[in-house]
């Protein structure tokens, strides 16, 4: 992972949880992150959820061969989450960059959002996640869209409007995520009053509060997932924003089409995935 290299990963709960899944996640979460309090609930899919986002880091570290007792997890006061690595006493290494993550889920999908660079600069990204659904379920696209629309300015929603509903999903769903990015990356509560910001994209614009965002990269990418609920296999879509704060002159965002043009810097993987190395997770 290159300075200025930004990856993501995405892991799709493809399936339903069992109840040694969910306590070998708990117990790994708490092994792992023992300052860190956690409920056991085994019959609220959003714990199992949060349990399994949790372990995403975990699974990073270990990706690239670090063991557990030699990265230290460190939160900013705004709820920022950044890893440092604890040198060898034996070692006269250069201490490796930070690695700064944010961590979120919706529905059957988590993810987290990695860079790497000084403590002050990785802390600065955001993933935001929308399914593109009407909920409650039954709702009409129309009805749906009406119902957000106090999130959204009146630009935005002149440029949603109008459209066949499919489009008008679509649009509004990525609207969501990159506000939702944004806020993370910033450490704001989800609280956040979201007309606030306004992003216009056919002029690949971003503002808040009135003032242009400047030095901020947005990429943005779609995510389809086949997810078996008891013996149906479901379809589900969903809109991707991953924000970082780069410092340059200006604001970018990245449309990312394909699944090749992901390939890159973004991992895909399930819950047998995760599950298959889990007794490795915490050494």
């Known amino acids: 992972m290159s ?35 956690y409920k056991y609930d085994f019959n609220n899919p959003d714990s199992f959820r949060m349990l399994m986002t949790q372990l995403l880091p ?23 989450h950044w890893i440092e690595h604890i040198p060898s006493e034996s070692s006269n290494r250069a201490r490796p960059p930070s690695i700064g993550y944010q961590l979120t889920f919706h529905n059957s999908l988590c993810g987290m959002a990695v860079t790497q660079g000084t403590p002050a600069q990785v802390v600065n990204i955001g993933l935001g996640v929308k399914q593109l659904k009407v909920e409650p379920r039954g709702t009409s696209v129309p009805v749906y869209f009406e119902s957000l629309s106090h999130k959204l300015t009146p630009l935005e929603i002149a440029n949603v409007s109008n459209n066949p509903d499919e489009i008008v999903l679509k649009r509004l769903c990525m609207l969501i995520a990159l506000k939702e990015s944004y806020i993370k990356a910033i450490g704001q509560p989800m609280g956040f009053d979201y007309s606030r ?50 410092g340059t002159v200006e604001t970018t965002f990245i449309f990312h089409q394909t699944p090749q043009e992901l390939e890159n810097w973004v991992q895909f993987i399930n819950i047998d995935q995760l599950m298959a190395v889990a007794s490795k997770l915490a050494a």
């Open 58 to 80: 975990v699974l990073m570290m270990r990706h690239r061969r670090v063991p557990r007792a030699k990265w230290k997890d460190h939160v900013t006061p705004a709820g920022k």
């Open 3 to 37: 300075y200025e290299t930004v990856l993501v990963w995405m892991l799709s709960l493809n399936r339903e949880y069992a109840k040694i899944e969910y306590d070998t996640a708990y117990q790994l979460c708490k092994l792992c992150f023992p300052n860190d309090k």
């Open 197 to 246: 910001l306004e992003f216009d994209i056919p002029n690949r614009r971003a503002t808040g509060d009135g003032n242009l965002l400047m030095g901020w990269e947005f990429r943005v990418f779609g995510a389809k997932l086949g997810v078996a609920r008891g013996t149906i296999l479901k379809q589900e879509e969903y809109e991707c924003v991953c924000a970082y704060y780069r």
